[in-house]
């Protein structure tokens, strides 16, 4: 099993205002917190409620990557690295297809880094059971000030 950690270097901050509340979807904002809490089998759910429903075909793929990156995180929590590998590469096939820096205020770019801090260490074999985790400090999500357009 991976030991996982929130960074507790940085001075917390919070992860929305007000104004992402209510221009975003709660199942959104939920699964924000979720994540940022390590919740991530929870934050799963959340953006899978929001994904299963009418959503545009932009938001739909955006949810499908930030649930797979969050799937990853789980199955490392129980000991599945080869999953995890896995919900990672899907994840960057998806953030890549979606092929926008910014989406419902989420730094694409900036999130990605520390997804490939998080996880990189998956690809250092050929089989990633073979490899002796490190500690892993998972992405945290802060959205940007300006609220976005979304379909």
């Known amino acids: 099993m991976t030991d996982m950690q929130v960074s507790d ?3 917390e901050q919070p ?4 104004a992402h509340v209510a221009a975003y979807p709660i199942e959104y904002i939920a699964g924000i917190d979720l994540y940022n809490a390590g919740e991530f089998h929870a934050s799963h759910d959340a953006w899978e409620e929001r994904w299963m429903g009418e959503v545009g075909p ?15 995180f789980h199955h490392l929590e129980i000991g599945r690295p080869g999953a995890a590998r896995r919900m990672h590469q899907m994840a960057k096939e998806k953030f890549a297809r979606l092929g926008t820096r910014v989406f419902m205020s989420l730094d694409l770019e900036d999130y990605q880094e520390q997804l490939e801090r998080a996880l990189s260490w998956l690809w250092d074999a050929p089989d990633p059971r073979e490899l002796s985790p490190p500690q892993v400090i998972p992405p945290r999500i802060r959205l940007l000030a300006a609220i976005d357009e979304f379909d």
């Open 58 to 72: 932009q938001e739909k793929l955006f949810l499908q990557a930030m649930i797979q990156s969050a799937v990853a």
């Open 9 to 11: 270097n940085v001075p």
């Open 15 to 18: 992860a929305y205002t007000d």
